[in-house]
Antibody, heavy 118, light 108 residues
């Protein structure tokens, strides 16, 4: 069974940094792209970033330059380094596994909550 | 950037059919995926590549995609189908995943 487990969320002050992690199991991790998707309270889903099996990365415009996604194939983990946090980064952050020959996101982890507030 | 538009809400009586649309420019040329998100839970894939169903998803969930509109159809709606539903595509021009605005399905 494929499982994804996020960690690292919490309450942080504006301008601070945070590192989110996602532990994966149940599949050949190194072969799949992984993504982060966030959801602000009461709002819709917003794609944040994707890292492919070749470690190429893509980001949505509002986070480019502040967020860095990486992967550790030896530990079956992806990370999201978030710098210069802003109030608008407050959200639940989900990691998701991409399809091998499809752009679907399945499954998703349970999410980790990031709250940016002074 | 590519935009996907969904109706904010759809209401349906139990046993009836709910249809949720996802509008985008020439969306019929893209693969569309649909997610169900119940309150307080993570999203779950219910339809992928326009019309395929993951294992464990009831046959009541089906999808279609043509022209400028993709549609998720929920037949014989049950109370447990009450949730937010999102469509999603990959925009190869910008290398972005794009989500629809979301539709809240209410079972009357």
């Amino acid at each position: 069974e494929v499982q994804l487990l996020e960690s690292g969320g919490g309450l942080v002050q504006p301008g601070m940094s945070l590192r989110l992690s996602c532990a994966a199991s149940g599949f050949t991790f190194s072969r799949y792209a992984m993504s982060w998707v966030r959801q602000a309270p009461g709002k819709g889903l917003e794609w944040v970033s994707t890292i492919h099996s070749d470690e190429s990365t893509y980001y949505t415009g509002s986070v480019r330059g502040r967020f860095t996604m990486s992967r550790d194939n030896a530990k079956n983990m992806v990370h999201l380094q978030i710098n210069s946090l802003r109030a608008e980064d407050t959200a639940a952050y989900y990691c998701a596994k991409e399809g091998y020959s499809s752009t679907k996101l399945d499954p998703w982890g349970q999410g980790t909550l990031v709250t940016v507030s002074s | 950037s590519y935009v996907l538009t969904q109706p904010p809400s759809v209401s349906v009586a139990p046993g009836q059919t709910a249809r949720i649309t996802c509008g985008g420019n020439n969306i019929g040329r893209r693969s569309v995926h649909w997610y169900q998100q119940k309150a307080g839970q993570a999203p779950v894939l219910v339809v992928y590549d326009d019309s395929d169903r993951p294992s464990g998803i009831p046959e009541r969930f089906s999808g279609s995609n043509s022209g400028n509109t993709a549609t998720l159809t929920i037949s014989r709606v049950e109370g447990g189908d009450e949730a937010d539903y999102y469509c999603q595509v990959w925009d190869s021009i910008s290398d972005h995943h794009v989500f629809g605005t979301g539709t809240k399905v209410t079972v009357l």
